[in-house]
């Protein structure tokens, strides 16, 4: 499955944006999906994850509240709301699929396609 990230931008403190995560090949339900995210000098890190059926959710801490992740299986699309912007959350964000996912499961490792990120900008 390819993936392609789209939706980011430059945005001030406290604004918000949606990003999608297009997939293409496969067909995208088979697939758990993750958003990430790498900011400048610091190692990519896992933010939010989503079950194959979209019924489950998970956040790290540092986003819970504030970023909403959810999915659109028809459209083979995963989204990313991100709310009340910090300067803290600039980043390239991403999103990856993984197989071998149950239909409820929500996984915080292993995943198996990558697609190019979408660049998050945060002025204070």
Not at 1 to 24: D, H, K, M, P, Y
């Given at each position: 499955?390819?993936?392609?990230?789209?939706?980011?931008?430059?945005?001030?403190?406290?604004?918000?944006?949606?990003?999608?995560?297009?997939?293409?090949?496969?067909?995208?339900?088979?697939?758990?999906?993750?958003?990430?995210?790498?900011?400048?000098?610091?190692?990519?890190?896992?933010?939010?994850?989503?079950s194959?059926g979209?019924?489950?959710?998970?956040?790290?801490?540092?986003?819970?509240?504030?970023?909403?992740?959810?999915?659109?299986?028809?459209?083979?699309?995963?989204?990313?709301?991100?709310?009340?912007?910090?300067?803290?959350?600039?980043?390239?964000?991403?999103?990856?699929?993984?197989?071998?996912?149950?239909?409820?499961?929500?996984?915080?490792?292993?995943?198996?396609?990558?697609?190019?990120?979408?660049?998050?900008?945060?002025?204070?």
């Amino acid at each position: 499955v390819q993936l392609q990230a789209s939706g980011g931008g430059l945005v001030q403190s406290g604004g918000s944006l949606r990003l999608s995560c297009t997939a293409s090949g496969r067909r995208f339900s088979n697939y758990a999906a993750g958003w990430f995210r790498q900011a400048p000098g610091r190692d990519r890190e896992l933010i939010a994850v989503i079950s194959r059926g979209g019924g489950s959710t998970d956040y790290r801490d540092s986003v819970k509240g504030r970023f909403i992740i959810s999915r659109d299986n028809a459209k083979n699309t995963v989204y990313l709301q991100v709310n009340s912007l910090k300067p803290e959350d600039t980043a390239v964000y991403s999103c990856a699929a993984r197989t071998n996912a149950i239909l409820s499961g929500i996984y915080w490792d292993n995943y198996n396609y990558w697609g190019l990120g979408t660049l998050v900008t945060v002025s204070s």
